[in-house]
């Protein structure tokens, strides 16, 4: 897939508000500073689109984006650490799974997982919680040039053993660095093959 045009549709705090246009929905989330803004831009090919920063817990809304007129792209808020209080990050999670459980044309989370840690509670319970809501999801492995390559086996290694011990079958995983563009192709491609199920 080339994408041609990208644009910024809105804000939402309200799954029932958010576009009603019959179009695909793709949906990023991940720990907050695990790099989804920088992977969103790197994959639309636009510095600005997603609002880079380097304080945790900046996306506070759910971003439509529409790609090529053809699907959008879904920024949610991350989880974990965020310099907000406790009632924010409440609100944060209930609009958030209200969107996950809801919307009819979400037809993938891409679930964001930084590939320099171990693997993380909340990423683990996050990625249970898909799966016991029959939500379709693929694992997004972030940051990936940070780690020499006998490292970054390693640590998908442990990753992938550490799932093993409560699943049954791993789910689809993709490698991406926003630094050097790995991934980006792989990506579109996925997301291109099932628009035409759509």
Do not use: H
Request: proline share 4%.
């Amino acid at each position: 897939m080339i994408v041609k045009t990208s644009e910024f549709v809105g804000s939402f705090v309200d799954w029932a508000k958010c576009p009603t246009e019959n179009l695909p929905e793709y949906a990023f989330i991940g720990r907050s500073n695990v790099g989804k803004s920088s992977l969103i831009n790197m994959l639309v090919s636009r510095k600005g689109l997603a609002k880079v920063s380097k304080t945790p817990g900046k996306t506070q809304t759910i971003n439509f984006f529409r790609v090529n007129n053809e699907w959008f792209l879904v920024d949610l808020p991350g989880y974990g650490y965020a310099q907000v209080s406790q009632t924010q990050r409440k609100a944060f999670e209930g609009f958030v799974k209200n969107y996950l459980l809801n919307r009819p044309n979400l037809l993938c989370v891409f679930a964001l997982i930084d590939s320099r840690l171990e693997p993380q509670t909340n990423d683990l319970e996050f990625l249970e919680n898909l799966a016991t809501n029959g939500i379709p999801f693929v694992m997004v492995f972030t940051k990936t040039d940070k780690l020499s390559q006998n490292k970054f086996q390693e640590n998908i290694e442990i990753y992938k053993n550490k799932m093993l011990e409560n699943w049954e079958e791993l789910p689809q995983m993709f490698f991406t660095s926003s630094s050097d563009r790995t991934g980006k192709e792989e990506l579109l491609n996925f997301i291109e093959q099932i628009n035409l199920k759509f």
